[in-house]
């Protein structure tokens, strides 16, 4: 789920999967539970629906909050994402001729996807391809729900394609193992890797070009189509502050420039800062925002000293950052963490 378009129309599946693990696995009620999003209360009874995509993020905070206790869960949910209840995108790929177009079609759409992390596909000569997770940080309240999560629906996603076949020579998340891992390795055929520098998902050589039971050419035209449509209207209706605002939040250390950012929203630089402009902020402003929003999130991991933070959030000295985290919040960021963590 691309945060680059808040506004994209998503198939409920990942509400529905939600719901249902929620009020038969922990009693919740659903309509507070959607209160408590800051939403209204997502019907899924009368067939499926849509939500917007921003929408879709706050429900999957509020789940973190609420199976925090019981992070198996997210597992076995992902295990639930199957690929033609992705609407138009799940079709597109089912369509593609080959299994490398599935994962390049599933990585061109991340938009329409519900996953926090960017992946993209690198191939190499002998057919071999892997999907690489990226992109900047996760929050940390969101790192290993979406790390399980994206485990099982990943792997759920490729046996679909391939009619229940899993050319994996080797997986490797950025997580330490799930709850409960010796239960559920049986579903991989290869060995998966733990604490790892990046996700990864390595498929066999040769797998690159394989071919898909499903494919169509027509169908797979008109489906693509579909998802071009989709988020070229996301994208229209998405205010350019939160556009801008998506894309510096995934910013690790130095932040783009205005004409990078500019560059990456489809926009050329003069009209980036009209359209700020006419939303009543500046770049400027939106850079020391996301800064700030940084810093707070890394204030909260003990194990990062006021040096490091500085350095990830651009600044040169400590010193800078000091004072810069002084005029945001009125006061010093180790009298900050002293008062988040009391």
Request: aromatic content about 8%; overall charge neutral; charged content about 20%.
């Amino acid at each position: 789920m691309d945060s680059n378009a808040l506004y994209a129309a998503l198939p409920d599946l990942s509400a529905r999967i939600m719901r249902n693990t929620l009020v038969n696995e922990f009693n919740v009620n659903w309509d507070a539970f959607c209160r408590n999003s800051h939403i209204k209360p997502v019907r899924l009874d009368d067939g499926v629906s849509e939500l917007l995509a921003q929408d879709e993020l706050l429900l999957q905070q509020s789940f973190v909050y609420c199976t925090a206790q019981m992070p198996n869960v997210w597992f076995d949910v992902g295990l639930r994402y199957r690929s033609i209840k992705y609407g138009s995108l799940g079709l597109a790929m089912m369509t593609a001729r080959t299994l490398g177009d599935a994962l390049e079609i599933a990585c061109r759409y991340q938009a329409l996807t519900y996953s926090l992390i960017n992946y993209r596909l690198a191939t190499a000569p002998n057919g071999a391809c892997a999907l690489i997770g990226g992109g900047g940080p996760l929050a940390a309240h969101l790192h290993d729900f979406t790390q399980y999560r994206d485990l099982g629906a990943i792997r759920t996603l490729v046996a679909d394609l391939m009619g229940g076949e899993l050319p994996l020579e080797r997986v490797t998340v950025a997580a330490p193992p799930p709850p409960g891992w010796a239960s559920l390795r049986h579903n991989f055929p290869c060995p998966v890797e733990f604490n790892a520098d990046r996700t990864q998902w390595i498929f066999l050589p040769g797998s690159v070009n394989r071919a898909l039971p499903l494919a169509d050419s027509e169908l797979l035209t008109l489906y693509s189509s579909r998802c071009d449509a989709m988020i070229g209207r996301a994208q229209a209706d998405c205010p350019v502050r939160q556009r801008l605002g998506a894309l510096l939040s995934r910013s690790d250390g130095e932040f783009l420039s205005a004409g990078e950012a500019a560059r990456q929203l489809a926009l050329s630089e003069r009209t980036l800062h009209r359209r700020l402009a006419e939303e009543g902020t500046r770049f400027s402003a939106m850079v020391d925002e996301a800064r700030y929003a940084r810093s707070r999130e890394l204030l909260a991991d003990r194990r990062m000293t006021i040096e490091a933070i500085a350095f990830a959030v651009g600044f040169a000295e400590p010193s800078s950052f000091s004072r810069a985290f002084k005029r945001w919040s009125g006061m010093g960021a180790l009298e900050y963490r002293r008062q988040m963590l009391a």
